[in-house]
């Protein structure tokens, strides 16, 4: 996956601003097998298409609860962009927080987006569960600043797991809604999704019908890009499967959610079609594709893991790219917001 090139889908821009890739990921939690294969891993290609941008947003964390240990969640979420393949000398990478613009446009994006429009987002019904009136404002807004995220540099790309699709629906028709009600035609470009690679979804190891999280309780649930070896082939002998051979058609894998999801966590990894990956174990017992796809899960995050903790060692080092990534973050988003403020009237 990683070095093929990638076909993304040509997007409405008809004022023709310069195409650029954005994508972040919280600093919340452990980052897992989700995390990489639905994003991250899918951002190294792309950085060789189109100028990119990958954030470490901060600001989305805190819409839970603050964190006690945020600037080392922080630092850790961008050494983790760096061990998977993004170059911060090609690729901007940088901490929301240190970008004022993304806070500001949140706030004229704010008036824009409407009650109803967020009303409908499944993550916030999921993320509230039964206590709406409970959590806080920003987690209702989460969509909003997502969107000004993307709209602060007119980012035309934005590579997510299959999950934040909704999200990216919503910034598509804010961005509409701006351009129609101030009458700027083309001033934000239509954000596209890229959901890339064949697992855009990796579900939970004990529930093939939930996705894999960070929030879960059970830690057997996820696969840490920080686990030892030991401890990924264990989840994965561990995790939920069915009596039953591998075997059938991909429409009749789909019946079995714990099942397909391992195959396509194995296609991922493998970089290939599942199709591919289900004729090649036709037929064997999950015993035995579990421990090909525990020697094929630790062969790719074993030295992810380890260049993590090697850059983890000179934090003074992260903190240097991190700012460096937000010098240049605010030399696109500023003057973007200018204008921004300007087409909204302000003084
Ligand atoms: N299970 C997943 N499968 C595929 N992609 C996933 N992503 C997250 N989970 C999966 C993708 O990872 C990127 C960053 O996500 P985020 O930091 O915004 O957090 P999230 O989506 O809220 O991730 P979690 O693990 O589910 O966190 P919690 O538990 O805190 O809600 C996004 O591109 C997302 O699509």
Redesign the pocket.
Known sequence: MTDQAVQTPATSNPAGHPERVF???????NL????Y????RNWVPLQDQRPSIFCV?DL?AIT?GFEPDLADKTREIAAAYIACGIDPKKSIVFPQSRVSAHAELAWILNCVARIGWLDRMT?FKD?AGKHKERVSVGLYAYPVLMAADILAYRATHV??????KQHLELARDIAQKFNNDLNVPGFFPQPEPLILGP??????LRDGKA??????ASDLS?INLKDSDEEIAAKIRKARTDPEPIGGTMEEMDARPEASNLLGIYAALAGKPKADILEQFEGAQFSTFKNELADLAVSVLGPIRQRMAALLTDKAEIDRVLEDGAARARAIAMPILAETRKAAGFL
């Open positions: 994508s972040g990921v919280q600093p919340t939690g897992h097998l989700g995390n294969l639905g994003a991250i947003v989305h839970a993550q993320k590579p997510v797991g299959e999950d934040q697992t855009p979804r990796v579900m939970s996705k894999m999280s960070k929030s879960d996820r």
